[in-house]
């Protein structure tokens, strides 16, 4: 049964550093592309960040390359977030996704319209 769940959100001030992880099923861990995804109040959901199991890329927005790093650990079906000299402007509820049968290009278009299977979220809350 598909199922995502995130944790690790919180407050944090300006300069700090948050790792937000997304446990998933073994279906849903399976799936080619999952991704990270984040809306503020008031803003369209966006994409963050995604991993393609197929060759191991990476893909990140413009507005958090260099800062973000996305990753997986097999042994644990387990997405993370590591993200680091976070803005008040990445305040916002962050989601992980699943697609399980994503092409690489869909995978790095950060869209959400490809991804089927989506958690509840974790608020992150950046103060200046």
């Known amino acids: 049964q598909p199922q995502l769940v995130e944790s690790g959100g919180g407050a944090v001030q300006a300069g700090g550093s948050l790792r937000l992880s997304c446990a998933a099923s073994?279906?849903?861990?399976?799936?080619?592309?999952m991704g990270w995804f984040r809306q503020a109040p008031g803003k369209q959901r966006e994409g963050v960040a995604t991993?393609?199991?197929?060759?191991?890329?990476?893909y990140y927005a413009d507005s958090v390359k260099g800062r973000f790093t996305i990753s997986r650990d097999n042994a644990k079906n387990t997405m993370y977030l590591q993200m680091n000299n976070l803005k008040p402007e990445d305040t916002a509820m962050y989601y992980c996704?699943?697609?399980?049968?994503?092409?690489?290009?869909?995978?790095?278009?950060?869209?959400?319209?490809?991804?089927?299977?989506w958690g509840q979220g974790t608020q992150v809350t950046v103060s200046s």
């Open positions: 991993f393609y199991s197929e060759d191991n890329g990476t």
């Open positions: 996704a699943a697609d399980p049968n994503g092409t690489g290009r869909w995978c790095y278009s950060l869209s959400q319209l490809y991804f089927d299977y």
């Open positions: 073994e279906f849903t861990y399976s799936s080619k592309c």
